[in-house]
Each structure stands twice: as structure tokens, then as C-alpha cells.
């Protein structure tokens, strides 16, 4: 695709419900990444793929944050039993094999737990 | 560990005046370093990078270079517009391979005419 595309845009959840935050990457681009983004703070690593291999995940805060891409292709992030804490905008980024320097950000998605 | 501290902002500006957007680091490694942007309702975008030292990065008139000897990388412009109003994220990678970038915390410019 043009761009990297992230769906919802803004998603309210009620504190202890399940969000699932969906990514499509660049066509072609088999690296993908996850970061969180605090209000007025700067983004911070989640999770990296390499096709549907999960390479890094060291970043995913506790057990309740959970990532996938079984195709390469798209990826789904996934909240368990959400907190406040996890309020933020979750950036989805895509690349070339080996080239983090060229990453293109999708807009990202707004998330606001109540 | 690797960190990016970038000047608080926010920062506001006349149209045409001179830029300054201060950012240090500390890596244990040869980081390679960066400066995104932000634009209202936009993604992340790349600005401008160098890769080592005394490299100097460049784009849309944006400059910075690599200082080791003070650890910095400070973003300028000579003469901003009203169009340059976004959030800047200065950036690193910690060595070569290396797939992790470490932001700083953002900084807010606003360009008034």
C-alpha cells in the first residue's frame, strides 16, 4: 500500500475490557514494529517482527500485551483486561529487512481507557 | 543504557527567525542518530540522520551534526516558516543492526507569522 495504515484510529475502552489495534504495513516491507506512545512523551519500543517471526519483544510492559503477524503481512496488537496506564497512541512502523534507520510510521492509534 | 535527552519545550517562533533544537545522548556503543517530525494528525517521519561522527545530516533547510566529542546532535534552520509548526523527536540507534530506536521526549514548535 501507499502507507502504513492503522485501524481504529481512536478506541475508548472501559478499564478490564480486551482491545484488539490492527496494522497494515508497506506491501514488501517484512520488518514491523510496535511502540507506545505516552502523552507528551516520546515514543518507546514494544515489539519487533521480522515476517511472522517475533524477534524482540522486550519491551511489551506485562503479560497482558500481546502481538501477532501469523501471515508477514498484517499485524494485531492485543490488550488484555486494559488499565488506565495503558492510555496512549500506539505507532506501528514498517521497513526493509535490516534498515530501522528507514522506518515509516503509520498515524497511529489513540487509546484511552476509562 | 541508551538514552536521548531533547530541550523542553514548547518552543514558539516568528516566521523567519533562527532555530535551535537542542539534543544530547549517551549510548555505550556508535549509535547512529536521527531527527523525526510530527506533523498534526500525521505519522512519524524521518527528517534528517548521520551515522557518525562529525556527519552532518540534512533536509527541508533542518541540519545537525554529530558532535562525539559533546554527545549531541542539535537540530538547526536558519530561517523557519509557519509550515514547520510539528513536534520533533530527536532519535537513536545503538549500533549498526541494531533494530530499537530510543527517542527522546519530543519536542513542541510552534512558528507564529
Known amino acids: 500500500g501507499a502507507g502504513v495504515s492503522q485501524s481504529p484510529r481512536y478506541k475508548v475502552a472501559k478499564r478490564g475490557q480486551d482491545v484488539a489495534l490492527r496494522c497494515d504495513p508497506i506491501s514488501g516491507h517484512v520488518s514491523l514494529f510496535w511502540y507506545q506512545q505516552a502523552l507528551g512523551q516520546g515514543p518507546e519500543f514494544l515489539t519487533y517482527f521480522q515476517n511472522e517471526a517475533q524477534l524482540d519483544k522486550s519491551g511489551l510492559p506485562s503479560d497482558r500485551f500481546f502481538a501477532e503477524r501469523p501471515e508477514g503481512s498484517v499485524s494485531t496488537l492485543k490488550i488484555q483486561r486494559t488499565q488506565q496506564e495503558d492510555s496512549a497512541v500506539y505507532l506501528c512502523?514498517?521497513?526493509?529487512?535490516?534498515?530501522?534507520?528507514?522506518?515509516?510510521f503509520g498515524s497511529g492509534t489513540q487509546l484511552s481507557v476509562l | 543504557g541508551d538514552s536521548v535527552t531533547q530541550m523542553e519545550g514548547p518552543v514558539t517562533l516568528s516566521e523567519e527567525a533562527f532555530l535551535t533544537i537542542n539534543c544530547t545522548y549517551t549510548a555505550t556503543g556508535y549509535p547512529s542518530l536521527f531527527w523525526y517530525v510530527q506533523y498534526p494528525g500525521e505519522g512519524l517521519q524521518l527528517l534528517l540522520k548521520a551515522t557518525k561522527a562529525d556527519d552532518k545530516g540534512s533536509n527541508k533547510g533542518f541540519e545537525a551534526t554529530y558532535r562525539k566529542e559533546t554527545t549531541s546532535f542539535h537540530l538547526e534552520k536558519g530561517s523557519v516558516q509557519v509550515s514547520d509548526s510539528a513536534v520533533y523527536f530527536c532519535a537513536l540507534l545503538p549500533r549498526q543492526g541494531a533494530q530499537k530506536l530510543v527517542f527522546g521526549q519530543g519536542t513542541r514548535l510552534t512558528i507564529n507569522p
Open positions: 512502523a514498517s521497513s526493509l529487512p535490516g534498515q530501522a534507520e528507514k522506518l515509516f
